[in-house]
């Protein structure tokens, strides 16, 4: 179960701390109409994401127990978190762009749900990790989904509230060694998928018959 839970909590704050709509709409709000808006932008994906997650868990059930379509899940998993890595490495600082002063979780919300990261992040990263969490025992899958939300949600709440301090937060030299150190991670992490799927794949890895 510490597997999952470290890997959700690697994955949930690399996500909440990356670059994007909702993380510029959480910084955003908070300059400009104080921590509690910014707070309230964070906690979007308590509200939007349970159907997308039970949508890609559902989906990917079925070719649990197969091995090519895990091997393609994997490379793909592996990939996209390869390129999550590469572009915190390039990370340079974070940019706002202007937001209307009125709807802050409405936005939020919209901004999320129309976000094409969270579906690509369940369908190629997080379901395939669920479901192999519950080969271990439900209680691993729970440890990985609870650990992710919180360091997500979390890890926007604590920027919102940093914003309220201290408005250079978003471009100052720890906030890049951060996501830069992530990115190591997040390349690390993704060389383990691309072997999850290799051995899936390698006919010398499977056990004879």
């Keep these: 179960m510490t597997t999952f839970l470290l890997a959700g909590i690697l994955l949930g704050l690399s996500g909440g701390l990356s670059p ?25 994906p308590l ?15 079925p070719l649990a127990d197969q091995d090519l379509p895990l ?22 600082g974070a940019e706002l762009e202007p937001a209307n002063p009125t709807g802050a979780l409405r936005r939020g919300v919209i ?52 914003l309220g301090r201290a408005r250079h937060v978003l471009r100052s030299g720890g906030y890049i060694l951060l996501m830069r150190g992530l990115g190591l991670v997040l390349l690390a992490y993704s060389l383990l998928f691309l072997r999850a799927s290799w051995r899936l794949l390698d006919p010398a890895a499977l056990p004879a018959s």
């Excluded at 993380?23 to 964070?42: M, P, Q, Y």
């Excluded at 192999?132 to 920027?159: E, I, M, N, Q, T």
């Design 71 to 92: 091997a393609l899940l994997n490379c793909g998993g592996g990939v996209y978190l390869a390129w999550l890595g590469v572009q915190s490495l390039r990370f340079q």
């Design 20 to 44: 994007g709509p909702l993380l510029t709409l959480v910084a955003s709000e908070t300059l400009r109409h104080g921590v509690r808006a910014g707070i309230g932008v964070a906690l979007a």
């Design 47 to 61: 509200l939007t994401d349970l159907p997308i997650v039970l949508a890609a868990v559902l989906l990917l059930q």
């Design 111 to 162: 901004a999320n749900f129309l976000n094409p990261s969270p579906y690509l992040f369940w369908l190629a990263v997080g379901a395939p990790t669920v479901l192999d969490a519950w080969r271990h025992g439900w209680p691993a899958a729970v440890a990985f989904v609870v650990a992710f939300y919180a360091l997500l949600v979390g890890s926007k709440v604590l920027l919102a509230m940093a």
